[in-house]
């Protein structure tokens, strides 16, 4: 699988715009100069904000070079007020960036819950993805983020649109150890054993790195035991490889192939042993390892 992939900033710093209290201050005096910007300062254009939303400007006007919005740069900075208030202002939840960011999917890869919430009730798709071909819920997937997979899956966001190389959210909760994500992606209805471009499945991400909680989530959830990926190698090699006691067991309770080898004739038992994984080799063996 290729490295994790988040989105950047283009490295400018950005102000914080200012909430509820202070658009109020400025209705009183709207010739107090504290306004604050809502784009980087980078850009020599400094947004009054209040005056956007009073005066009936266009809340969504987009910078030239990377089209992002208000409601984005309020949405990257978690500013949960001037979402709210953009968002009444009919500013548009799905309007992209030039690379198909939406305030939805930074808000999900940023893990600010609340943002999220008031993009999906203003009507965001649940499903937008980048040109990269990321998702919301396959970023909050890959981060952790449970509270937000369950209001992304509740949204209606789609378990298994894979990304690029062809890893789901479910592989990718599965590589990373995220037990209570891989449980809700399940109940969702994911697909147990969609693989990746070279055939690695859920189960075998979680066994080679010895999430022994995912690996029983996904047995119960008939995950293929057997399953090879394009080497030949199966969950059990893996495991075994690496000395994962606890799980090399479950496989094994689960009736894994115990001699099944990989695409050069190497088995789990051999790769144990190589690897002196003496408890291993020894459970191996107890199986009915021979090879």
């Given at each position: 699988?290729?490295?994790?992939?988040?989105?950047?900033?283009?490295?400018?710093?950005?102000?914080r715009?200012?909430?509820?209290?202070?658009?109020?201050?400025?209705?009183?005096?709207?010739?107090?100069?504290?306004?604050?910007p809502?784009?980087?300062?980078?850009?020599?254009?400094?947004v009054?904000?209040?005056?956007?939303?009073?005066?009936?400007?266009?809340?969504?006007?987009?910078?030239?070079?990377?089209?992002?919005?208000?409601?984005?740069?309020?949405?990257?900075?978690?500013?949960?007020?001037?979402?709210?208030?953009?968002?009444?202002?009919?500013?548009?939840?799905?309007?992209?960036?030039?690379?198909?960011?939406?305030?939805?999917?930074?808000?999900?890869?940023?893990?600010?819950a609340?943002?999220?919430?008031?993009?999906?009730?203003?009507?965001?798709?649940?499903?937008?993805?980048?040109?990269?071909?990321?998702?919301?819920?396959?970023?909050?997937?890959?981060?952790?983020?449970?509270?937000?997979?369950?209001?992304?899956?509740?949204?209606?966001?789609?378990?298994?649109?894979?990304?690029?190389?062809?890893?789901?959210?479910?592989?990718?909760?599965?590589?990373?150890?995220?037990?209570?994500?891989v449980?809700?992606?399940?109940?969702?209805?994911?697909?147990?054993?969609?693989?990746?471009?070279?055939?690695?499945?859920?189960?075998?991400?979680?066994?080679?790195?010895?999430?022994t909680?995912?690996?029983?989530?996904?047995?119960?959830?008939?995950?293929?035991?057997?399953?090879?990926?394009?080497?030949?190698?199966?969950?059990?090699?893996?495991?075994?490889?690496?000395?994962?006691?606890?799980?090399?067991?479950?496989?094994?309770?689960?009736?894994?192939?115990?001699?099944?080898?990989?695409?050069?004739?190497?088995?789990?038992?051999?790769?144990?042993?190589r690897?002196?994984?003496?408890?291993?080799v020894?459970?191996?063996?107890?199986?009915?390892?021979?090879?």
């Open positions: 699988m290729e490295p994790d992939r988040s989105f950047q900033s283009d490295g400018s710093s950005y102000a715009p200012f909430g509820p209290a202070d658009c109020s201050a400025i209705a009183r005096d709207p010739l107090r100069p504290t306004f604050q809502v784009v980087p300062f980078s850009v020599i254009i400094v009054p904000f209040c005056l956007i939303i009073s005066t009936g400007a266009d809340v969504n006007a987009t910078r030239e070079e990377n089209h992002t919005t208000a409601l984005f740069m309020a949405s990257l900075d978690n500013h949960a007020d001037v979402v709210r208030l953009l968002l009444e202002a009919t500013a548009d939840a799905n309007a992209a960036t030039k690379n198909g960011v939406t305030s939805l999917l930074i808000a999900s890869e940023s893990g600010h609340e943002v999220v919430k008031l993009l999906l009730e203003a009507g965001a798709h649940p499903n937008s993805a980048a040109k990269s071909s990321f998702t919301p819920l396959y970023l909050s997937s890959q981060n952790g983020y449970v509270d937000m997979v369950e209001v992304l899956l509740e949204a209606g966001a789609n378990p298994n649109i894979a990304v690029e190389y062809d890893v789901t959210p479910l592989l990718m909760a599965s590589q990373k150890g995220h037990v209570n994500i449980r809700l992606l399940l109940e969702a209805k994911a697909e147990v054993n969609a693989a990746d471009w070279k055939k690695g499945t859920p189960l075998y991400m979680a066994a080679q790195l010895g999430h909680d995912v690996v029983k989530l996904l047995l119960g959830a008939t995950a293929d035991v057997d399953a090879a990926n394009i080497d030949g190698a199966t969950p059990l090699y893996l495991a075994s490889q690496n000395g994962h006691i606890d799980v090399v067991k479950l496989l094994l309770d689960a009736k894994a192939d115990v001699d099944i080898a990989d695409n050069d004739g190497i088995t789990a038992l051999f790769m144990a042993s690897n002196q994984h003496g408890e291993v020894r459970l191996l063996k107890e199986y009915g390892a021979d090879k």
